[in-house]
């Protein structure tokens, strides 16, 4: 079994500040894991994955995530934040089992103050 | 390039009606899924199709039901609506051609169910 646990429900930051999404993952496999973002009325875009390659990942709109096997860990980090950046962030790990093999995280609302 | 298209956007229905929400894809795909949004619980998997004529159950398929007849649509349908279905459906699609292909989503259908 497999399951994903975002550690914030809310994160607010100052644009122009660095902004942390916090992910933790469990898995009996080598897991592949994603972040998507969804902005208000729209569906969810992929950000970036990890598939067992670098174990730091880069992203559309700046943002990277790092791989840490040894923490059970995928946060998102982005070093400066703009206002655009508001928006609910899903963390997903993947078996690799096949089309049903995804689990999300509940998400994270990040709010962008002025 | 339409990607994931959802129809309708809104809805609301009355207890014990029944409807169909259409989703059409035009990139070829041959995996696509039924998702639902609650809030704060992340998104869980309805039904999904590796390919046509070809549906499997996800994680919470009660009260509703799927076809796939073609490669392109993917329609869900509810019947005796129930408070309990009040939520975001989202339909997705990948290519599994791709390692660990991402999800491509459409833009939501948002039900109310009274």
């Known amino acids: 079994a497999q399951s994903v646990t975002q550690l914030d429900s809310h994160v607010s930051v100052s644009e122009g500040t660095p902004v942390l999404l916090r992910c933790n993952y469990s898995?009996?496999?080598?897991?592949?894991l994603f972040w998507y973002v969804q902005h208000p009325n729209k569906g969810l875009q992929l950000l970036l994955k990890?598939?067992?390659?670098?174990?730091l990942v880069k992203g559309i709109n700046g943002f990277e995530a790092e791989f840490k096997k040894s923490e059970t860990s995928f946060h998102l980090t982005k070093p400066s934040a703009h206002m655009s950046d508001a928006a609910e962030y899903f963390c997903?790990?993947?078996?690799?089992?096949?089309?049903?093999?995804?689990?999300f995280g509940k998400g994270t609302h990040l709010i962008i103050q002025p | 390039n339409a990607g994931v298209t959802q129809t309708p956007k809104f809805r609301i229905l009355k207890i014990g009606q029944s409807m169909t929400l259409q989703c059409t894809q035009d990139m070829n795909h041959n995996y696509m899924y039924w998702y639902r949004q609650d809030p704060g619980m992340g998104l869980k998997l309805i039904y999904y199709?590796?390919?046509?004529?070809?549906?499997d159950k996800g994680e919470v398929p009660n009260g509703y039901n799927v076809s796939r007849s073609t490669t392109e649509d993917f329609p869900l349908r509810l019947e005796l609506a129930a408070p309990s279905q009040t939520s975001v459906y989202f339909c997705?699609?990948?290519?599994?051609?791709?390692?660990?292909?991402?999800?491509?989503f459409g833009n939501g259908t948002r039900l109310t169910v009274t």
């Open positions: 990890y598939t067992s390659a670098a174990t």
């Open positions: 199709s590796v390919g046509a004529g070809i549906t």
């Open positions: 997705a699609s990948s290519n599994p051609g791709q390692f660990y292909s991402p999800l491509h």
């Open positions: 997903v790990v993947s078996d690799g089992g096949g089309a049903d093999g995804l689990t």
């Open positions: 898995s009996s496999y080598s897991p592949s």
